[in-house]
């Protein structure tokens, strides 16, 4: 039966509401989006993460040693200064540029029913215009 | 029978041809994306931008304010300066860095049949070494 | 029968591991994920390159002049010094920031069973903490 194949229906798909506490902001979302992988039991597929802001961004990097995190955040600090003469009148022209470099979408692959991560890696929301609620919308299509 | 399964045949693609007007330029295509996503009929699924080029990219980025796309411009000139002591013969070594940082895809989902874009957000091209005539591709993947 | 559906099987996908040889170095990996892709037998689809890596990225860019790679080499180093008061123990912030800014997939349109690459076009592993032995891992989703 053709309406019974799982590809004639919508792949699960869900968001995430998150919290930032600065301006910039490398925030952790791994065990969320995991979970939701874990919940879905798409077995082998691709989790797709999009964040529909354009002062705030997506990762993938190193967990283990929030240092990595804070150096980052500080290095794209020194890359695109907060003040540069920008004619944007928010103020934020920075946080846009900071965005357009990391991007708005990850794509990681699921294998056994997980997340295939390295070994070291995790999932950043990038905070680059915070504190704020911000969202992730998490799209999870099985093979 | 399954030959006439949507998955037995080609995902909707097609191809944009853009002409840019300066050396860099963040062009917006974010209506001739969406265009291409209604026509296709895809009510949920996930639209994927690729562009063939080695000094062009694609971003998702605000488009309300065609200061921000001004900044950005200026910005990545401040970073990757036009002439630094390149190797590279064509006087481009800048354009192709540049689209290396900004990427050469984007991945966008679909829902309800139209471009899930964020409030802000839209599709641009950017151009680092025109003006040209460039191909923007774009691939529809229903769910 | 569902069970002889393609879409009912884990999507072809493979590891490949490559040496570097230098700390930073661009490396054109195009052969080798073009032959995954001619080996799956898949005419139309995505092929998904990742790295699992937080210290390596990927890229596509042009491959015909090595030029281009040494300037791009050159232009990060410039863009994220090997020393800069990072607060990470390890000495390799500049290393995780680097592929933070190229990423850690890239996503490219497979059609008439081969790499819808652009004419410049090659798909590179981004060493930026070696050299070591890297894995790049390939997956092939047929539309």
């Not at 240092?67 to 920008?86: F, H, I, N, Q, S």
């Not at 294998?111 to 999870?140: A, H, M, N, Y």
Request: proline content about 6%; overall charge negative.
């Amino acid at each position: 039966m053709p309406s019974s194949s799982s590809k004639a229906r919508p792949a699960p798909a869900g968001e995430l509401a998150v919290r930032t506490e600065r301006r910039t902001q490398l925030l952790d979302v791994t065990a969320a989006v995991a979970k939701m992988v874990q919940d879905s039991g798409v077995q082998s597929g691709i989790c797709y993460v999009y964040v529909p802001h354009t002062t705030a961004g997506v990762i993938i990097n190193e967990n283990a040693d929030p240092d990595v995190a804070a150096d980052m955040e500080d290095a794209l600090a020194r890359l695109v200064p907060k003040d540069a003469g920008y004619n944007h009148a928010e103020g934020n022209s920075d946080s846009h540029i900071k965005t357009a470099l990391v991007g708005t979408s990850a794509t990681i692959f699921i294998s056994g029913g997980q997340l295939e991560l390295g070994r070291w890696q995790g999932i950043f929301l990038c905070e680059f215009d915070g504190p704020r609620t911000r969202r992730l919308r998490v799209k999870i299509v099985p093979d």
